[in-house]
């Protein structure tokens, strides 16, 4: 049988200049690691002119449904929050690419350009002081 490919899932701008395109939704943390995030971003270059592009990646943990969250009041905590310039790429930050990057980018042309997000793994041990043993 032929080769199912690969699933991706694209998030617009809503005026289509720019495309996100990342590999997978969920990343696992193994305890002393936690899995890259890799994609690659599609930039409309007569749109964007001079301007630069980031990259902003958010991970949150919620422990309540989103339509509670009414009055200011958010039932989410961000555990982890990282940007990366993904354009104009900084000549320090050439990474090799994945697979998946290689594949999007041939793809997809020469106004797209990869990112990867390495998550770093939560502290070892959390003190937490009892309510009587205060000090």
């Known amino acids: 049988m032929g080769d199912k490919g690969t699933r991706v899932f694209k998030k617009a701008s809503p005026n289509g200049k720019l495309t996100v395109y990342l ?3 969920d990343f696992v943390d193994h305890v002393d690691l ?3 995030v890799d994609g690659v971003v599609l930039i409309d270059p007569e749109y964007l002119k001079e301007r630069k592009v980031f990259v902003t990646l958010t991970c949150a943990f919620r422990y309540g449904r989103e339509d509670l ?3 200011g009041l958010t039932f ?3 555990l982890f929050v990282a940007n ?3 354009f104009p790429p900084l000549p320090e930050e050439k990474k090799s690419l994945t697979r ?3 594949r999007l980018i041939k793809k997809l042309g ?3 350009y990869p990112f990867t997000f ?3 793994s939560p502290p070892s041990f959390f003190h937490i002081l009892s309510p009587r043993g205060r000090g």
């Open 23 to 25: 590999g997978k939704r």
């Open 34 to 36: 936690v899995e890259p």
């Open 69 to 71: 969250d009414v009055l």
């Open 76 to 78: 989410r905590k961000d």
């Open 84 to 86: 990366i310039q993904s």
């Open 100 to 102: 998946l990057q290689e």
């Open 110 to 112: 020469e106004h797209a």
């Open 118 to 120: 390495e998550v770093s």
